[in-house]
């Protein structure tokens, strides 16, 4: 347990000025800290950093912040509390408990919000787990075209465009954004699920996909050259037409396919990553 009377309540900040630690003063009211840290997490939209919180309270040992978040989150447990305490993309924040699904559905009716769809989800963990990669990269790996799949990720914030491949044409290269870890509940991608043990390859080895000097030497970063954020999303990128194209058809490729239509041997399985959709309480 932290000992907040010895602790040294002088920080600093990115230049090295020292920080005053008006915030030290609710600790020393005596303001049981895990309350503070509890309240900090819930108002905060965003995960909260350890260095950033240490910052806010005036607390220079990041250490002594860590070892809270590690209390708050044991006491947290508690069966009758109804949140829990997540590491994500780098920080902590406070989210409902997964066994809450069905009450919460019910409330903010859940089910009404758009959901991806499953050659959607393909698509979202083909890049994942192959990125930095381009849309006929993809169309490689899936057999059907992405375009709707990608206009559909980056409209969600869940890909980007990080850059073009130093290839003839300059085609557009995709990867993950954080919008994606906080979405999957991720710290990093080192934390993705193994696709090892799905029957077959998910994806080509980024090896044969990417050398290493193609992957690091061969991609430009991206630039859009005077376009609106829209065009450089859409218009710019191989395989996917304008959004006010009227060839675009609302609705999946793959949905427009006749029932059993969709491929046997050359369907890409989905990794475990690809089973959860966007409305993380699941269907009706």
């Known amino acids: 347990m932290v000992d907040w009377e010895n602790v040294e309540n002088e920080a600093v900040d990115s230049e090295g000025e020292s920080i005053t630690p008006e915030a030290s003063n609710v600790l020393d009211g005596g303001v049981e800290v895990l309350a503070i840290l509890e309240a900090m997490l819930f108002a905060s939209p965003e995960p909260l950093g350890v260095d950033e919180i240490a910052a806010a309270l005036g607390v220079a040992e990041a250490g002594v912040i860590e070892e809270s978040l590690d209390r708050l989150g044991r006491a947290l447990r508690a069966p009758e509390r109804g949140l ?3 590491k994500v993309a780098g920080g902590y924040r406070l989210v409902t408990r997964p066994e809450l699904a069905a009450p919460l559905r019910a409330l903010f009716r859940f089910r009404n919000q758009r959901r991806l769809t499953p050659a959607t989800l393909d698509v979202l963990a083909i890049v994942a787990y192959a990125q930095p990669i381009t849309a006929p ?3 490689e790996i899936r057999g059907a075209d992405p375009a709707y799949a990608l206009k559909a990720l980056l ?7 990080v850059g073009r491949k130093r290839v003839v044409g300059r085609p557009i290269l995709y990867g993950t954004t954080r919008e994606f870890l906080l979405h999957f509940g991720l710290d990093s991608l080192e934390d993705l699920p193994s ?3 799905y029957g077959t390859q998910v994806v080509p ?3 044969r996909l990417f050398p290493v000097t193609e992957r690091q030497d061969d991609v430009v970063p991206y630039e859009d050259d005077g376009e609106d954020e829209a065009d450089a999303r859409t218009s710019d990128a191989p395989g996917i037409a304008p959004v006010d194209d009227p060839s675009i058809d609302d609705r999946d490729p793959e949905d427009r396919r006749d029932a059993g239509a969709r491929r046997g041997d050359d369907a890409m399985p989905k990794p475990e990553l690809a089973a959860r959709a966007m409305d993380p309480a699941g269907d009706e």
Do not use: H
């Not at 409209?155 to 465009?161: F, P, T």
């Open 84 to 86: 829990s305490l997540e």
């Open 137 to 139: 990269e993809i169309q």
């Open 155 to 161: 409209e969600r914030k869940l890909i980007r465009i």
């Open 195 to 197: 696709v090892e043990g």
């Open 205 to 207: 080895a980024q090896g």
